[in-house]
């Protein structure tokens, strides 16, 4: 009877236990996963929160990187400038030193061939005498073909108006037909070259 009464107590003693253990086993097993879902989100908001803080850092690192180097692209920028300024200003005084003999040499040619062209303008006396001086007499002094006003003592620029006058048929009395034909051919130099002559009789 002892012994079956150790019996049943073990078991019942076991059985005892047996539930308990379900029991707490139950219970953890639903704690579990609610810790680990609380575990679970506050390791992501630190890894949110550690990305947010280190992309906030490369931002402001970027921005300040970026300013240093457009800082520093303006500074090199200003001085190429200047280099270049200084050395085109260097080449420029350069070749105008070099340039000015050459320039000058230039400049004497030109006016070697110039100056005979010069002296060797239009003669207004060969002019008068080989055009006008048959009918306005060798001082012009003579009314043409005893027509035409006497022009000595016409100063130049009349002298010049009324030639140019007749060349383009806007000028002339009597003598406008002969005038013409004799004014056609005159360059502007000869107009002024016989003007002066003729101012000066």
Do not use: R
Not at 105 to 127: F, H, N, R
């Amino acid at each position: 009877m002892k012994i079956v009464l150790s019996v049943v107590l073990a078991v019942f003693l076991l059985g005892c236990s047996d539930d308990a253990q379900n029991s707490q086993t139950k219970e953890s097993a639903t704690k579990a996963p609610s810790t680990t879902v609380e575990k679970v989100q506050e390791s992501a908001q630190k890894s949110m929160d550690a990305v947010k803080e280190t992309a906030d850092k490369s931002v402001v690192a970027v921005k300040e990187a970026t300013q240093k180097s457009v800082a520093a692209v303006k500074e090199t920028t200003a001085k190429v400038v200047s280099d270049v300024q200084e050395k085109t200003k260097q080449v420029v005084a350069d070749v105008k030193k070099e340039a000015k003999p050459v320039v000058e040499q230039v400049q004497a040619k030109v006016a070697a061939v110039v100056a005979p062209t010069a002296t060797a303008s239009v003669d207004g006396e060969k002019l008068f005498k080989a055009s006008c001086m048959a009918c306005h007499g060798a001082n012009a002094e003579k009314k043409a073909l005893t027509k035409s006003q006497v022009i000595k003592g016409w100063a130049s620029t009349k002298i010049e108006d009324a030639l140019h006058g007749y060349k383009n048929k806007t000028y002339g009395g009597a003598m406008k037909t002969i005038m013409e034909g004799k004014a056609k051919n005159l360059s502007d130099e000869d107009i002024k070259a016989l003007a002066e002559y003729i101012s000066k009789l």
